[in-house]
């Protein structure tokens, strides 16, 4: 496969950016979107320019590392598939692939598609936990869990925080993944000691933050890698809201 | 008399942990607080410890090389992790657990630390729950177990096919909650360099900000490495693209012993390598061998679609040589089988290198059981199959969908094709019982160490280590070594032996940005790891291991002629952090194959053509080698062998057999 790539490319975070072009033959359709990107950084070095920096780490769509927004959609073509994940056998001979880093105000770009995510690592520092030091737990089948309810917050807690959710959203905003952990943690019992005052302090860190708003478009469920459901936008908002009536 | 000494405590096997904690030194609160710790990776052994040790009050800085410490590699772990719960009454215990640890490891653990390992596993369990991990459940509210290869029964804890990233959030949100605290400074972002040595004892690290360049001193009073392991000198692995052996090297390099680096796992279930253009390969947990079941065609180079192979043609290899265990086998041991089939001819797909995953029966088992619970009397073949994929897909479903995005097979329909990929390292720096390397203040945890898992690592068990490390094991004997520290007062970084360090570091990248040749950093890990697959990986050979060697050594002489290295080291620069890690793996490679051949011996992970039964089985040799091989750095010599011995007093070693 021969295929045509535009791909941004921005020295540092205070330079200014541009779309540049190359052409890449002989692309196999097994690649993955990554090996591809390996492949042309190996004719960059080997022709003397700088190889593109991408963020990425696990390749097998876990550790949520990856994160470029290809011909317009976060993680590329595929439903419920890191780009790590995508390959090359959904693209077809000829192909022209633009490719963007993640864009929002609370993401700056690094470098090239290398953004900057601490934001979230905020976000959950402003009581994404549970308060429980080690050593002090009681036994582990001490306190029975409904299934439905077990299974409803793992669910919630497979988000890998990757941002496509951020990315994907006009406005980006980053409900989908808050409203994961505090769906997660507010599901289960060993989350209600802490049930408002997380919702309260992570709800103003992610403002804080500069994310914008949910306008209910939903986007960021379609793109989500992991599939996260919107319906963690609503807890959220019903534990929020919940939390400031209840608030002294 | 040995130079090593492995410091474990003296009474019964099972008093042992518990007198050595009720007799080692303690720091108070107050002292605690003038203390400082530096941890390095923020896995599951790192973001544990760097928690446990924060609530403790210790003053922590924690380090990542990647964007935020929830994408360390044991985020990756599907499985599970193993705990002697017993919740399944089925006959478990902490004894059983050592045992079954023990003897998976091919005799070539320390007894002591596998014991403990076994008595801690438990609060992890509880701790982990508490922390509000969502473990995978029964309709009851009480948690679900599964079985693992090499054991006998069900222990094994999972959420789904991704307790790794479960229990990895679970630590990294103890964490952050410290870092909100600001108990812990993180510094995500950050690959230490170089550990720095003041009067002996390790007093600090050099890390380079990978997005500025800068390289930054930062002084403590230990240093713990929690940095994972090796497995990426083979270039192809199931690790993570950035995983690597750069923090335990330079620590090696700075006198600390690397123990056992031959011992690599080789996980038998990973889908095939299928072009040059490969980045990594991977795994399909171990779980699926709960239900999957095994075989190749009973004719060679058999073409005909899996489908069409009729029962009777159809080779069970692994239930026809191991009877008692079956396609639960351990890994080791599945893995060398599956090779056996496909160097004789009998692989299949494209490459002939791959064996059938087969899930036909298991669809229509579970298809029949549930069939009957839901009163359907004479249900269609159809039906069946239909029941049966959905109670497949509720337990394994992501795996089944992450083939299918990786080769474009439905393996609900067609049986998956996989090939034994590397996976883990059971070798790592040298610990005592104390998880304190030979270097004072220098404390390794989790993979990085040798300790716990011998020859061979059972599945679900290094979960188990890490968080065993992290939580439970260091926060103790760290107390012990840090209680000479109280009245010490913080560590300078101008002291010149941090100027030392940062020199090396800095003339290390100088030198590598200065090379100017024509090939690619990836260009020589390729090459690198073709020789350790080919000479140092599932077989190995007195003579492939003699001519490794002299290869690697060329190689690296290559490197350090040829590899260019684009842009500048004060920018944000993957090429220069590959460079640096892969000059590290050329280095190791080289240590590997000494540690092969030295060992004249087949057991866990390290086959020895050499060394084999009659019937192709490891042919292990007590008398001779039951020690721990710990190198010492040979500084352009060859490395120097010390020997730990290790005693067996409440296992007798015997052959391992799964027949």
Not at chain 1, 24 to 34: G, H, K, R, T
Not at chain 2, 364 to 372: D, F, I, S
Not at chain 2, 415 to 426: D, E, F, K, L
Not at chain 2, 472 to 483: E, H, K, M, N, R
């Amino acid at each position: 496969m021969r295929l045509n790539l535009k791909i941004w490319r921005q020295k540092s975070a205070k330079a200014n950016g541009k779309m540049v072009d190359y052409t890449l033959n002989e692309v196999n359709p097994e690649m993955s979107f990554l090996e591809m990107m390996d492949v042309l950084n190996q004719q960059l070095v080997e022709w003397g320019d700088e190889p593109v920096a991408f963020d990425h780490d696990c390749r097998e769509g876990i550790c949520g590392m990856c994160s470029m927004f290809i011909n317009g959609r976060a993680h590329g073509p595929m439903t419920g598939t890191t780009t790590c994940q995508l390959h090359m056998r959904h693209f077809k001979d000829g192909d022209t692939i633009v490719i963007e880093p993640w864009r929002a105000a609370a993401f700056p770009v690094i470098k090239d598609l290398m953004v900057d995510r601490s934001a979230f690592d905020r976000i959950i520092q402003a009581g994404g936990y549970v308060s429980v030091n080690t050593g002090s737990a009681p036994d582990a089948n001490a306190l029975p869990i409904p299934k439905e309810n077990a299974d409803m917050a793992f669910d919630a807690a497979t988000c890998i925080g990757c941002g496509a959710c951020v990315a994907t959203c006009k406005n980006a905003s980053a409900m989908l993944f808050v409203g994961a952990k505090i769906s997660q943690l507010s599901l289960l019992p060993q989350g209600q000691p802490e049930r408002e005052e997380r919702a309260i302090r992570m709800v103003e860190q992610m403002d804080k933050e500069g994310f914008g708003n949910c306008t209910n478009t939903g986007a960021c469920e379609v793109e989500c890698p992991k599939g996260i459901s919107i319906e963690n936008i609503a807890r959220m908002n019903r534990e929020y809201l919940k939390a400031k009536i209840a608030q002294k | 008399m040995s130079v090593l000494n492995s410091k474990i405590p003296a009474g019964p096997l099972a008093d042992k942990w518990k007198n050595h904690k009720n007799s080692i030194r303690l720091v108070n609160p107050a002292n605690k607080r003038s203390i400082d710790v530096i941890v390095v990776g923020t896995g599951l052994a790192g973001a544990s410890a760097a928690a446990s040790l924060a609530e403790m009050g210790y003053k922590v800085k924690a380090f990542c090389f990647q964007d935020s410490p929830r994408r360390a590699h044991s985020i990756a772990a599907q499985g599970g992790i193993n705990a002697a719960k017993n919740y399944r009454n089925d006959g478990d215990s902490v004894h059983r657990l050592f045992y079954d640890t023990i003897k998976g490891g091919d005799y070539r653990s320390r007894e002591a630390n596998v014991h403990r390992l076994a008595e801690v596993s438990v609060n992890i369990i509880d701790q982990c729950v508490a922390q509000g991990v969502p473990f995978a459940r029964e309709y009851g509210g009480l948690l679900d177990n599964r079985s693992f290869g090499g054991v006998q029964v069900s222990r094994t804890f999972y959420a789904k096919g991704q307790t790794g990233q479960q229990l990895l959030l679970g630590a990294y949100s103890a964490l952050s909650r410290q870092v909100s605290v600001g108990q812990v400074k993180m510094y995500h972002r950050h690959e230490m360099l170089d550990v720095v040595m003041i009067d002996g004892k390790a007093r600090g690290i050099i890390a380079r900000n990978l997005v500025t360049g800068e390289l930054e001193r930062h002084s403590a009073h230990a240093v713990l490495l929690c940095t994972g392991g090796y497995g990426n000198v083979f270039f192809l692995s199931t690790n993570a693209m950035g995983s690597n052996v750069t923090a335990t090297w330079k620590a090696h390099r700075k006198g600390a012993y690397f123990a056992n680096p031959c011992f690599t796992q080789i996980h038998p279930t990973c889908i095939p390598v299928s072009g040059d253009y490969q980045s990594k390969l991977t795994l399909m947990s171990e779980s699926l061998r709960n239900d999957g079941r095994i075989w190749v065609p009973k004719k060679q180079n058999d073409t005909r679609r899996p489908v069409d192979i009729p029962e009777e043609e159809r080779d069970y290899y692994l239930e026809r040589r191991y009877p008692a265990f079956g396609n639960l086998v351990p890994r080791d041991v599945a893995s060398r089988a599956a090779k056996e089939r496909c160097d004789a001819g009998y692989g299949v797909g494209q490459s002939k290198m791959a064996v059938y995953l087969d899930y036909a029966s298991a669809i229509q088992r579970y298809g029949t059981l549930e069939a009957n619970k839901l009163g359907e009397s004479q249900p269609s073949a159809q039906r069946i199959t239909e029941l049966g994929t959905q109670v497949v897909a509720s337990k394994y479903g992501n795996l089944f969908e992450m083939y299918e995005k990786i080769t474009g097979d439905n393996p609900y329909e067609t049986p998956m094709r996989i090939y034994p990929a590397v996976h883990y390292t059971m070798g790592g720096l040298w610990v005592d019982y104390n998880l304190m390397s030979n270097l004072p203040g220098l404390f390794v945890l989790g993979e990085a160490n040798f300790s716990d898992h011998g020859a061979n690592r059972l599945g679900a068990s290094a979960l188990m280590q890490g968080l065993a490390d992290g939580y439970f094991v260091v926060p103790y004997t760290l107390g012990d070594y840090l209680a000479d520290d109280i009245r010490t007062g913080s560590i300078s970084t101008n002291d010149p032996a941090f100027d030392e360090a940062e020199k090396s570091v800095q003339d290390q990248i100088n030198r590598l940005m200065n090379i100017g040749g024509s090939k690619s950093v990836d260009y020589f890990h390729k090459a690198l790891g073709k020789i350790m697959w080919d000479k140092c990986g599932m077989a190995r050979s007195e003579e492939g291991l003699k001519q490794a060697i002299s290869e690697i050594q060329a190689l690296r002489e290559e490197f350090y002629a040829q590899v260019r290295v684009p842009g500048s080291a004060n920018e944000m620069n993957p090429e220069l952090e590959k460079a640096i890690r892969v000059a590290d793996f050329l280095e190791l490679g080289e240590l590997m194959c000494y540690d092969a051949l030295n060992r004249n011996e087949s057991c866990g992970g390290h086959f020895r053509e050499e060394y084999q039964t009659e019937d192709g089985e490891a042919l292990r040799n007590d008398e001779e080698y039951s020690y721990v091989a710990a190198w010492e750095y040979g500084h352009g010599k060859a490395p120097i062998l010390h020997k730990e011995d290790l005693n067996f007093e409440n296992v007798k070693p015997s052959t391992r057999s799964y027949k």
